[in-house]
């Protein structure tokens, strides 16, 4: 995240200092968005506090502070080339349509019945693509120099025709459920003319005999703007290839041919045409065939290496990616006065991730990272007691959300082509996971007045804030003159550290510092 670290927003000048904790504490390794959740967390709640502070709207200031369409490409204070985007035309889009009014009705009707309810917006720039580079940033400049450039990343992908026109494939993914065989089907498909189905996907890495690379794996959402964009370059070569064979046989010129319904033939004659599988087995069974100086054989590697992704500067400034996406969430949260758990009422999440390469797996990958994103906010958390004891190591007590947990979401798209890509894809797969934590805080500070929120919002850390907290002027009157349920016996919490009033605990379930699971999910 280092040359985003200033996110969406146009600041120019930034100053970066870094710190290495040592912790005997649970390590966290990196999944999903790594090092986004921290970032967008700390610049999203800013963003809100700026605006209470100020007396001003939250949405305003990001509108006045976001990257305006006509900068583009833009070049961040620390490195990053934003391609392309139309921030403000996202937000635009996600509140219209009586969005945005609606969530506004649903917070002036709950607040005027007496109930905590909160709206949330977060903007976010999804990196793509990570450039090899940044790792050397961990080196002092004259480290980095005895020890020579390190930048970039090659994705590699190579498409195989046998005798019959069977297609094959291998590519420098491993599969983990994000559908990239779907995907690398479809772009081969397309180039060649023939269906989906019609291409075999092997996705089976043995870096003994498979094309690869120190950038090769499923990581840092680099299928989209790289092994994607690799396969439309093998799968283009190929047909280039092909394009001259069947020139030769047709008895037309190269610029005359096209690829469609599993045939080659003349875009000028369609009749003068001859089988896929046809041509292809020309350059097997039958070299003699073959256009002068072309080897037979059909196998063609494509290799990408985007020169975008230069070295680190000996001021730490680099492209740490090669695209950038851009993602918008608007949410409205309402809180149970007596459980303190957090509902999420309507959330509503815009992705613009370029061209879509398939919306159905566009989507899924949305789905995906929004649950893990709704666990940090809400669920998931490593806990310790005084002594450094670890208190979450099962499933009991670590919150992992299941569908009941999981709010509903809308997702819209937005598609401003990558610059920097044939395809204009940029990467998608771990957005919410960025976003959506930041989005619901904000939501929660809305909602509860708060200025300081730790994560996840769980009842005991929300009745925290309650008690510390500076009711809205809306809420004010409702608190003051009704019986509240924050006036109870005072119990010590290790999730927050100090002696609050707390709502007393029914005998049938168990205490917030024992198993946790049915306390937090307010069951009984």
């Given at each position: 995240?280092?040359?985003?670290v200033?996110?969406?927003?146009?600041i120019p000048?930034?100053?970066?200092?870094?710190?290495?904790?040592?912790?005997?504490?649970?390590?966290?390794?990196?999944?999903?968005?790594?090092?986004g959740?921290?970032?967008?967390?700390?610049?999203?709640?800013?963003?809100?506090?700026?605006?209470?502070?100020?007396?001003?709207?939250?949405?305003?200031?990001?509108?006045?502070n976001?990257?305006?369409?006509?900068k583009?490409p833009y070049?961040?204070?620390?490195?990053?080339?934003?391609?392309?985007g139309d921030?403000l035309?996202?937000?635009?889009?996600?509140?219209?349509?009586?969005?945005?009014?609606?969530?506004?009705?649903?917070?002036?009707?709950a607040?005027a019945?007496?109930k905590l309810?909160?709206?949330g917006?977060a903007?976010?720039?999804e990196?793509?693509?990570?450039?090899?580079g940044y790792?050397s940033t961990?080196?002092?400049?004259?480290?980095?120099?005895?020890?020579?450039?390190?930048?970039?990343?090659?994705s590699?992908?190579?498409v195989?025709?046998?005798?019959l026109?069977?297609?094959?494939?291998t590519a420098?993914?491993?599969?983990?459920?994000?559908?990239h065989?779907?995907?690398?089907?479809q772009i081969?498909?397309?180039?060649?003319?023939l269906?989906?189905?019609?291409?075999?996907?092997?996705?089976?890495?043995?870096?003994?005999?498979?094309?690869w690379s120190?950038?090769?794996?499923?990581y840092s959402?680099?299928f989209?703007?790289?092994?994607?964009?690799?396969?439309?370059v093998?799968?283009?070569?190929m047909?280039?290839?092909?394009?001259?064979?069947?020139?030769k046989?047709l008895?037309?010129?190269p610029?005359?041919?096209?690829?469609?319904?599993?045939?080659?033939?003349?875009?000028?004659?369609?009749?003068?045409?001859?089988?896929f599988?046809?041509?292809?087995?020309?350059a097997?069974?039958?070299?003699v065939m073959l256009?002068?100086?072309?080897?037979?054989?059909?196998s063609e590697?494509?290799?990408?290496?985007?020169p975008?992704?230069?070295?680190?500067?000996?001021?730490?400034?680099i492209?740490?990616?090669?695209?950038?996406?851009?993602?918008?969430?608007m949410?409205?949260?309402?809180?149970d006065?007596?459980?303190?758990?957090?509902?999420?009422?309507?959330?509503?999440?815009?992705?613009?991730?370029?061209?879509?390469?398939?919306?159905l797996?566009a989507?899924?990958?949305?789905?995906?990272?929004f649950?893990?994103?709704?666990a940090a906010a809400?669920?998931?958390?490593?806990?310790y007691?005084?002594?450094?004891?670890?208190?979450?190591?099962?499933?009991?007590?670590?919150l992992?959300?299941?569908?009941?947990?999981v709010?509903k979401?809308?997702?819209?798209?937005?598609?401003?082509p990558s610059?920097?890509?044939?395809?204009?894809?940029?990467?998608?797969?771990e957005?919410n996971?960025?976003?959506?934590?930041?989005?619901?805080?904000?939501?929660?500070?809305?909602?509860?007045g708060a200025r300081?929120i730790?994560?996840p919002?769980?009842p005991?850390?929300?009745?925290?804030?309650?008690?510390?907290?500076?009711?809205a002027p809306?809420?004010a009157?409702?608190?003051a003159?009704s019986?509240?349920?924050?006036?109870?016996?005072g119990v010590?919490s290790?999730?927050?550290?100090?002696?609050v009033?707390?709502?007393?605990?029914?005998?049938s379930?168990?205490s917030?510092?024992?198993g946790?699971e049915?306390?937090?999910?307010?069951r009984?």
């Amino acid at each position: 995240m280092h040359g985003a670290v200033t996110g969406a927003y146009d600041i120019p000048n930034v100053d970066v200092t870094n710190r290495i904790v040592l912790t005997n504490k649970m390590p966290a390794s990196l999944i999903r968005g790594f090092g986004g959740p921290q970032l967008y967390l700390a610049i999203e709640r800013l963003v809100q506090r700026i605006a209470v502070e100020l007396g001003l709207d939250h949405l305003d200031v990001i509108r006045r502070n976001l990257i305006p369409t006509e900068k583009f490409p833009y070049r961040t204070a620390a490195g990053a080339l934003y391609d392309s985007g139309d921030y403000l035309g996202a937000v635009a889009a996600t509140v219209g349509d009586g969005r945005l009014d609606d969530l506004k009705r649903r917070r002036v009707a709950a607040r005027a019945a007496g109930k905590l309810y909160g709206i949330g917006f977060a903007a976010v720039v999804e990196p793509g693509m990570s450039n090899m580079g940044y790792l050397s940033t961990l080196l002092s400049a004259d480290a980095r120099e005895r020890a020579g450039p390190k930048n970039g990343a090659v994705s590699l992908v190579t498409v195989n025709v046998g005798p019959l026109g069977d297609v094959s494939m291998t590519a420098d993914v491993t599969v983990q459920g994000q559908g990239h065989q779907t995907v690398l089907s479809q772009i081969v498909a397309d180039r060649l003319g023939l269906d989906p189905a019609d291409i075999e996907v092997t996705l089976e890495m043995d870096t003994g005999k498979d094309a690869w690379s120190i950038a090769a794996g499923t990581y840092s959402c680099r299928f989209s703007p790289g092994t994607a964009v690799a396969a439309y370059v093998a799968a283009t070569r190929m047909r280039d290839k092909l394009t001259r064979i069947a020139a030769k046989q047709l008895n037309i010129l190269p610029d005359d041919i096209e690829f469609a319904d599993g045939q080659v033939r003349s875009r000028s004659n369609p009749d003068n045409a001859l089988p896929f599988g046809r041509v292809a087995g020309t350059a097997h069974w039958s070299p003699v065939m073959l256009p002068d100086g072309m080897a037979p054989g059909l196998s063609e590697t494509g290799v990408w290496s985007p020169p975008e992704l230069e070295p680190p500067t000996s001021d730490d400034r680099i492209n740490t990616s090669l695209t950038y996406g851009f993602i918008f969430d608007m949410c409205g949260v309402e809180i149970d006065p007596v459980t303190f758990m957090v509902r999420v009422d309507r959330y509503v999440s815009m992705h613009d991730a370029g061209t879509l390469l398939n919306p159905l797996i566009a989507d899924g990958q949305v789905y995906g990272a929004f649950a893990q994103g709704i666990a940090a906010a809400l669920y998931e958390e490593f806990i310790y007691d005084e002594n450094g004891s670890f208190q979450s190591g099962s499933f009991a007590d670590y919150l992992v959300p299941t569908v009941n947990e999981v709010p509903k979401l809308e997702i819209l798209h937005q598609e401003t082509p990558s610059r920097l890509t044939p395809l204009g894809a940029k990467g998608m797969a771990e957005g919410n996971c960025m976003s959506t934590p930041a989005c619901i805080a904000n939501a929660v500070a809305d909602a509860l007045g708060a200025r300081d929120i730790s994560l996840p919002l769980t009842p005991l850390r929300v009745h925290a804030l309650l008690v510390g907290a500076e009711p809205a002027p809306t809420r004010a009157a409702t608190l003051a003159s009704s019986p509240s349920p924050l006036v109870a016996e005072g119990v010590r919490s290790e999730d927050y550290g100090a002696t609050v009033p707390h709502p007393p605990t029914p005998a049938s379930s168990p205490s917030p510092q024992g198993g946790r699971e049915n306390y937090l999910r307010g069951r009984p």
